[in-house]
């Protein structure tokens, strides 16, 4: 893959990753780092690039993983006890707070039923339309319309 596909290709996808991040990571600077990482990624790994037919489910992928990554990475380093010098106080609170509703939500979304966890999964990490959703999986518009909110209702109660 040369520079100006990947550029024409992947870095279209940007605003879409960092929501994506956003999302999981629940802080701005993490976020922008690991979208950061994921570009690296992406353009140390190139030349394997063009094998990849669908970029965008690819990348939201990849996004999800290395959130995930990053969150286990942070909670095992406060399980060893590296973050002892970290002063405690409202950032590191935060932090721990953003952990745990993330763990909470994971396994929420885990728990819907099929349909459910489906259509929540196109729309947060594809970014997808309730339309695009509908075309994708061949239900009609109203049913996604109605899962998402089902699905939102059941995650809202989980975190609550």
Same mark, same amino acid.
């Given at each position: 893959?040369?520079?100006k596909?990947?550029?024409?290709?992947?870095?279209?996808l940007?605003?879409?990753?960092y929501?994506?991040?956003?999302?999981?990571?629940?802080?701005q600077?993490d976020a922008?780092d690991?979208?950061?990482?994921?570009y690296?990624?992406?353009?140390?790994s190139?030349s394997?690039?063009?094998?990849?037919?669908s970029?965008r489910p690819?990348?939201?992928?990849l996004?999800?993983?290395?959130?995930?990554?990053?969150?286990?990475?942070?909670? $095992?380093?406060?399980?060893?006890?590296? $973050?002892?010098?970290i002063?405690?106080g409202?950032?590191?609170d935060d932090g721990t707070?953003?952990?745990?509703?993330?763990?909470?939500?994971?396994?929420?979304?885990?728990?819907?039923p099929?349909?459910?966890?489906?259509?929540?999964?196109?729309r947060?990490?594809e970014?997808l339309? $309730?339309?695009?959703?509908s075309?994708?999986t061949?239900m009609?518009?109203?049913?996604?319309?109605?899962?998402?909110?089902?699905?939102?209702?059941?995650?809202?109660?989980?975190l609550d």
């Amino acid at each position: 893959m040369t520079s100006k596909e990947f550029i024409d290709t992947y870095l279209p996808l940007g605003d879409a990753l960092y929501r994506v991040a956003f999302h999981i990571l629940e802080s701005q600077a993490d976020a922008e780092d690991a979208v950061q990482d994921l570009y690296a990624k992406l353009w140390n790994s190139r030349s394997t690039l063009d094998a990849v037919r669908s970029p965008r489910p690819y990348c939201m992928a990849l996004m999800k993983n290395i959130c995930i990554d990053r969150i286990r990475k942070a909670s $095992n380093a406060e399980e060893s006890g590296l $973050n002892e010098n970290i002063p405690s106080g409202r950032a590191t609170d935060d932090g721990t707070i953003g952990n745990e509703t993330m763990k909470r939500m994971a396994k929420a979304i885990g728990d819907l039923p099929k349909g459910q966890r489906e259509v929540i999964q196109m729309r947060i990490f594809e970014d997808l339309s $309730n339309e695009e959703i509908s075309r994708k999986t061949g239900m009609s518009n109203l049913t996604v319309r109605v899962l998402l909110s089902q699905a939102r209702k059941t995650l809202r109660k989980a975190l609550d």
